[in-house]
T-cell receptor, first 109, second 116 residues
Framework: NAGVTQTPKFQVLKTGQSMTLQCAQDMNHEYMSWYRQDPGMGLRLIHYSVGAGITDQGEVPNGYNVSRSTTEDFPLRLLSAAPSQTSVYFC????????FGPGTRLTVL | AQSVTQPDIHITVSEGASLELRCNYSYGATPYLFWYVQSPGQGLQLLLKYFSGDTLVQGIKGFEAEFKRSQSSFNLRKPSVHWSDAAEYFCAVGAGSSGGYNKLIFGAGTRLAVHP
């Protein structure tokens, strides 16, 4: 089992560009979430989903969109990237505990 | 408001010395508590968790943590640190859903350095 996979591992964008961070899991967990990690701030929840077709906002949702059409996939969309979105992004799934993917390091110039 | 405080940003210990990383939480209900470790450039690995029951919990890699409700604390300990323990450690509380949790609130992390 691959667990939680994230693509790409690294990405550089220019301000205003759009992109989608991919997250996939093969553990059949209903719950998935996206966090961003910034120095000195730990991880902060962006969006989460308790199952296909159901999403909700976390602590820092502005500038990000999500959708959940299947149990396996939970993509995170940046519609118009800003330098403040430079961060490391982690996807996670949850059964009784949360399992994290390896992360995507995003730089917005 | 729910929050997690890790008072120590950086800690340096000598290899073989004991370790205690502090974590205080603010949460109105019975907390679900976690410690994660992150090595440089890596994702987060769960060290241990507390849901209920025995307040002293054992985790992987020789770590343990003690839940103290009266002090709102969940400190992480290890009796003898190895050089490979150098990493960043995050305390987290699970929140947001009755009878369980649907999000994690993280502390800012403690970076551990180990001297040979």
């Amino acid at each position: 089992n691959a667990g939680v996979t994230q693509t790409p591992k690294f990405q550089v964008l220019k301000t205003g560009q759009s992109m989608t961070l991919q997250c996939a899991q093969d553990m059949n967990h209903e719950y998935m979430s996206w966090y961003r990690q910034d120095p000195g701030m730990g991880l902060r929840l962006i969006h989460y989903s308790v199952g296909a077709g159901i999403t909700d906002q976390g602590e820092v949702p502005n500038g990000y969109n999500v959708s959940r059409s299947t149990t396996e996939d939970f993509p995170l969309r940046l519609l118009s990237a800003a330098p403040s979105q430079t961060s490391v992004y982690f996807c996670a799934t949850q059964k009784y505990e949360q399992f994290f993917g390896p992360g995507t390091r995003l730089t917005v110039l | 408001a729910q929050s997690v405080t890790q008072p120590d940003i950086h800690i340096t210990v000598s290899e073989g010395a004991s370790l205690e990383l502090r974590c205080n939480y603010s949460y109105g209900a019975t907390p679900y508590l976690f410690w994660y470790v992150q090595s440089p450039g890596q994702g987060l690995q769960l060290l241990l968790k507390y849901f209920s029951g025995d307040t002293l919990v054992q985790g992987i890699k020789g770590f343990e943590a003690e839940f103290k409700r009266s002090q709102s604390s969940f400190n992480l300990r290890k009796p003898s640190v190895h050089w490979s323990d150098a990493a960043e450690y995050f305390c987290a509380v699970g929140a947001g859903s009755s009878g369980g949790y649907n999000k994690l609130i993280f502390g800012a992390g403690t970076r551990l350095a180990v001297h040979p």
